[in-house]
């Protein structure tokens, strides 16, 4: 039993024959006793079992837990409960679907009556929604009272529909998480109107349509994830105004255009991935601003351009990707000023010209890809370089490159060796003609978060909802993953 209390037989001696001791502590507790909070109210605990009657079907809740919020060994797993100002306790969060929390039957559908809890600040809903489809219901009635700031609905299979316009009416949202779903639609304009909000992810989508120019109207917003969807039409020029947005990711869309050159207004972005859209055009002019800057990924995209010898100026640049885009041209000289720089993946473009040898002075780059390009002369790397990067290091589908014949002992990294008549691990014949699908080496370590300084931080449990780099999203898929 968690709660069981005993005693030797002589300390309970010795506080039988402290007569006064036991006075006192009675006192105390009589004392603390009418400092406790009463129970809930009835109205919010009978709203409270009519969600887990939705939900779980682990146990009877009404039986084994009457009293959810009662501190101890009959605490509801997967609640936080506070005393609000009229001395009542309150429910101020929930979570379900993983272990210890409360796991959701096959029938579950989405709780509206959620909103109508006045005090509850954070709702998590990870993988509970698998079977029965559902859709997100906001109830007008409710939601004006709500104090929600925190909604995460994340890996539910079975959720579907559209965004509900009526979410804008949580008026204290300061994290939207609406991940990993089936969710369609376009996402509704007045979403934008919530200026309190910090996060927004709605990655992993059907989502459809363009962004909105609102997007403009977070002010605050650390983090943006559209990622995973079929958004089409081009990046707003509003985007500028986020001037707090530390993670911007619209990678696997459908968006077309340039990047619009008010992105230079983004000091403080650190991750920016644009991967696997239409995007084309030249950079920013303003890209050099961007000091910030420490993950540049945009694979995937027909850009068609000189590389842009102003990435050598992002001295905090740390992961810079840029393969399968038709880039053309010889590799900027500048780019070896890129101190900082792990990795580099210029892979499957149309480049010429041979590879800087100031690259052989970048001491922290563990992955170099340029294969299948048109780059040629002697590969600049020594013996100590080949062996720091090994099999991360792939300059193969150059057949004008070749490794001098003093380091090419053990060095297998698809060049042959200068002068001599034998052939690279790729025919001439196998070179490409333009570029074809990338192959990718991607590894990134969790995580690196932020909040901002004026709400309450609020941890996940199961996921850490606040971080703003989740830098292991680009692993979830196949095609991003080593």
Known sequence: MCCSFSLSLPQLLLLLSLPSISLVSSTNQHANKNLQPDNMDPSELETLFNIMDTMSSDQNWRLSYPDPCKPGCSAWPGIECKTGNDNH????????????????????????????????RSVFFFHCFTHAKTTISVSQKGVFNSSLQQLSLRSNPALIGPIPPQMSLLKSLQILTLSQNHLDGQIPAVIFSLSSLVRLDLSYNLLGGTIPYQLGNLRNLGGLDLSYNSLTGSIPDTIGQLGALQKLDLSSNLISGSIPDSIEKLNSLVFMALSNNRLGG????????????????????????????????????????LANSGYSGTIPTTFSQLTNLSTLSLQNNRLTGEIPVSFGSLTRIYHLNLSRNFLGGVVPFNS???????????????????????????????????????????????????????????????DASSSSSSIEVVEDKNENEMEIFNLKDKVKDPKFRS
């Open 282 to 321: 030249k950079f920013p002019k303003g890209l050099a601003k961007l000091g910030s800057l420490q993950y540049f990924i945009m694979d995937d995209n027909p850009m068609f351009i000189p590389l842009p010898a102003e990435f050598g100026v992002l001295q905090k640049l740390q992961e810079l990707r």
């Open 384 to 446: 100590s370089f080949f062996k720091r990067l090994g099999r991360n290091l792939d300059l193969s589908g150059n057949p004008g490159l070749c490794l001098s014949p003093s380091e090419a002992y053990g060095v297998k990294i698809g060049v042959s060796v200068c002068g001599s008549k034998g052939t690279s691990s790729m025919k001439k014949s196998e070179a490409p003609s333009g570029f074809s699908k990338p192959f990718f080496l991607f590894g990134m370590e969790e």
């Open 89 to 120: 306790l309150h429910v101020t969060r929930l979570d379900f679907g993983t272990l210890p929390n409360p796991t959701c039957k096959s029938t579950a559908t989405f709780p509206s009556q959620i909103f109508s809890l006045p005090y509850l």
